[in-house]
């Protein structure tokens, strides 16, 4: 009895520590599959993709000063609301400041300040261009910076590795329709007409377009750019009631009625229309003159970079349309696209280009001092009876 009480209690312990032993080792087995280990991504649910970079115009920490040579009125206002705010977007610490002014005048300040020069954009005609890069006022530009170089027409180009222009004008006549009914002006010729003598505005003796208007009236009386006497001695028959360099310095007097016939820009004659001036612009048969709004790098300038990125800014798409629709010139891009009714009142523009004559530019800065002269010694003084 006792062995068998004692065996009873021997099974009894063994059969203890068998399921102890069971359930340690159920314990320590890999996790069913109900707890599934991680997997690849499958086609539910994808991997996350690289995000692009965020995009838009860098930065720059530079402050100082940007200055502009321009001219003032409409050509200074639309710099300021069209090129200005996005420029102030990649240098928000630069002062964009404006020295405004008449071609020459401004011209003459940049040589007088050659060696240390205030000014670090120069907005200039093609003309005063070619006579700056010839006295070292100018220097090349990176063109990596002026991506936008590569859209333009050729006027936009007069010296590729100096800059560019953002815009053309051309010079023509504007008249009053009522003074000359069914039988309007339509070529340089009628400036002499009799009864307009007394009635005109002509350009000043120093006004860019000068040259441009002594070879027309040496070409009228068989003369030529390389034979010009015959055009000062027909320019000193003319009876002028204003010598001009903007429009302000006679659209009062035309319309007062004091001014019948003037020979001005084709965007200032067309802003006088959209004022109320009962005035056309018409190219003369014989071609109107091309001028351009080109912008270089002034030498010595201390952010050659911030220069090229603000005329890169002159040239971009969405300026360049503002260049038509709101400053009235005609646009440098060839991708411009404007409106039929605004295209055919822009004479650099479209077909109307044809009728547009440019100058060589060397040639006008080449002759310039002497036939300012002339024009000083012969016509001013019949000018000024």
């Known amino acids: 009895m006792k062995r068998n009480r004692t065996f009873l209690m021997v099974a009894s312990v063994l059969l203890i520590l068998a399921f102890a032993i069971g359930a340690c080792a159920k314990a320590t087995e890999e996790p ?18 690289a995000t692009e970079p965020p995009t ?24 300021r609301e069209f090129a200005e705010p996005k420029f102030k977007e990649i240098y928000p610490n630069v002062n964009v400041i404006y020295d405004v002014g008449g071609m020459s005048a401004r011209y003459n300040k ?9 000014v670090d954009i120069f907005i200039s005609t093609s003309e005063a261009l070619i006579s700056a890069i010839n006295e070292g006022l100018v220097v090349p530009i990176n063109k990596d910076n002026i991506p936008n170089m590569e859209n333009l027409y050729d006027w936009a180009l007069p010296a590729s590795e100096y800059g560019a222009a953002y815009a053309a004008i051309a010079y023509g006549l504007g008249y009053n329709p ?14 002499w007409r009799p009864e307009v003598q007394g009635k005109i505005a ?40 204003a010598q001009t360099f903007f429009y302000t310095d006679w659209n009062a007097l035309f319309n007062a009625g004091d001014v019948v016939l003037a020979t001005d820009f084709d965007y200032y004659i067309n802003s006088m229309a959209d004022t109320g001036s009962n005035i056309v612009y018409v190219t ?15 030498k010595g300038t201390a952010n050659q970079e911030a220069v090229e990125i603000f005329i890169n800014i002159l040239l971009e798409p969405d300026v360049q349309q503002a260049v038509g629709e709101s400053l009235l010139n005609a646009p440098a891009r060839t991708d411009t696209v404007l409106s039929p009714e605004l295209a055919d009142s822009l004479a650099c523009y479209g077909e109307s280009l044809n009728q547009i004559n440019w100058l060589d530019p060397e040639f006008a800065a080449a002759h310039r001092a002497e036939w300012t002269e002339l024009m000083n010694e012969f016509v001013s003084p019949e000018w000024g009876k």
Request: net charge negative.
């Open 110 to 118: 940049l040589l007088a300040q050659k060696e240390s020069p205030e």
């Open 284 to 298: 003369p048969k014989e071609g109107g003159f091309g001028s351009l709004q080109h912008a270089a790098v002034v």
């Open 56 to 79: 838009g115009p860098t930065v720059s920490d530079y402050s100082g000063d940007l200055v502009i040579s321009v001219w003032g009125g409409t050509t200074e206002e639309f710099i």
């Open 32 to 49: 069913t599959s109900e707890v599934v280990a991680p997997q690849e991504p499958t086609a539910e649910v994808a991997a996350p993709e």
């Open 178 to 191: 009522d003074f000359f009914g069914d039988n309007p002006p339509d070529s340089w010729d009628d400036l």
């Open 202 to 241: 002509v350009p000043a003796v120093g006004h860019s377009m000068m040259i441009d208007f002594i070879i027309a009236a040496a070409e009228l009386n068989g003369g030529s750019m390389d034979n010009p006497q015959p055009g000062f001695d027909a320019l000193a028959q003319l009876d002028p009631v």
